[in-house]
Structures are given as structure tokens and as C-alpha cells.
């Protein structure tokens, strides 16, 4: 019969090895969840731009992101000769 330490070790390994190899998922899966439910309970919310990268910025940050967006708008019209 297998001795108790057989059992105990076989428990460990098979452990580390389902946290070695799923932990970068169960990451990724927990941080994509929190994002989401703070974006849907609009805690944070996000836009995205015309090189297609999301931004994401809480509540009350809205009105310093449309302040850059319209200087950064108003610098590039500036640029015409």
C-alpha cells in the first residue's frame, strides 16, 4: 500500500504544477473581470482613440482628458502652413 508521504508528496506536485501552469490565466481571467465590473458600475470608464488603444480613467478625471484632447486637437490644427 502507499505510504502516507507517496500521497502527500504526488498532492503537492500535482499542485505546483496546476499553479504553474494556469496562473497566468486565472490572472488575466480575474483582472479582465474587475475591469469590467468597475467599467460597468462606472467607477472607471474608458474611450478609445484613433490608433485603437483603450483608455481607461475614473469618474472624475473626465473633465482633465477632454481639456488634453481638445489642447492636442488644437496643437495639430496649429501645424498647417
Known amino acids: ?3 502516507m508521504w507517496h500521497i502527500a508528496a504526488a498532492y503537492a506536485v500535482g499542485t505546483a504544477a496546476g499553479v504553474a ?26 474611450f478609445e482613440d484613433d490608433d485603437g488603444i483603450t483608455h481607461l480613467y475614473k469618474w472624475h478625471e473626465l473633465d482633465d482628458i477632454i481639456e488634453k484632447i481638445q489642447e492636442a486637437q488644437d496643437h495639430d490644427e496649429d501645424d498647417t502652413p
Do not use: C, G, P
Not at 481571467?29 to 468597475?38: E, G, Y
Open 1 to 3: 500500500m502507499y505510504e
Open 21 to 46: 501552469i494556469f496562473r497566468q490565466w486565472v490572472q488575466e481571467k480575474i483582472i479582465t473581470a474587475t475591469i469590467d465590473t468597475l467599467i460597468q458600475d462606472e467607477y472607471v470608464r474608458s
